[in-house]
């Protein structure tokens, strides 16, 4: 039996591209001597005449680091909507599930040291993040960034395969995926109160 099945796989890189840009948070996973570590960065995608190059920058004082070294592969995920689906949504009998929007990449990590590119890169990202309306410009002489340069190493991933996890209720009939697709919208209306909840709760780890 095929693991995912093909149903729960997208087939057009066009809408893997669309889903990185709607949520350019993504995780980055590596090992290097059997040790793993992951960080959560936004990465900026930019066309090539292969499948593209994700660029980003980390803290120079994450540990992830000394993996980047290396001039390994890396893995990639980026994480769209996602909704628990109550058997009550459909219209016929069926067992509670999970559905999301996923990208999985990998491809090769390279190490950006001219400071002049990474304080580009931030310069791009912003603009990108801002949007078509922007509220903010980071201009090239801010001297905040300029001091944040000696904090950060940039990078970028040149993409080599991809793989898009879209369960979406494909294998439902039509009327139960129109069912869940209005789940999820629904589901995304709760982020206002969740996001106060994380906020109220949360406590700052202790230093030890």
Request: contains cysteine.
């Amino acid at each position: 039996m095929q693991y995912p099945p093909d149903h729960h796989q997208e087939g057009n890189y066009n809408n893997i591209v669309q889903l990185m840009q709607m949520y350019p948070l993504a995780t980055i996973h590596s090992c290097v001597n059997n040790e793993m570590e992951s960080t959560h960065t936004p990465l900026v995608y930019q066309p090539n005449e292969q499948l593209g190059v994700l660029i980003g920058h980390i803290d120079k004082y994450n540990p992830q680091v000394n993996h980047l070294k290396e001039d390994i592969e890396v893995q990639i995920i980026f994480n769209g909507p996602q909704v628990y689906i109550s058997p009550s949504v459909y219209s016929s009998t069926q067992l509670p599930t999970w559905n999301y929007f996923k990208a999985h990449l990998k491809g090769k990590l390279i190490l950006e040291n001219e400071r002049e590119k990474v304080s580009q890169s931030l310069i791009n990202m912003t603009a990108f993040l801002e949007g078509d309306q922007p509220n903010y410009i980071l201009e090239p002489d801010n001297p905040r960034m300029e001091s944040a340069l000696d904090y950060i190493v940039g990078f970028r991933i040149e993409i080599t395969s991809w793989e898009g996890k879209y369960k979406i209720s494909q294998d439902k009939k039509k009327e139960d995926q129109k069912r869940a697709m209005v789940a999820m919208q629904a589901a995304r209306e709760n982020t206002e109160k969740e996001v106060a909840l994380l906020y109220s709760a949360h406590q700052t780890k202790k230093k030890q």
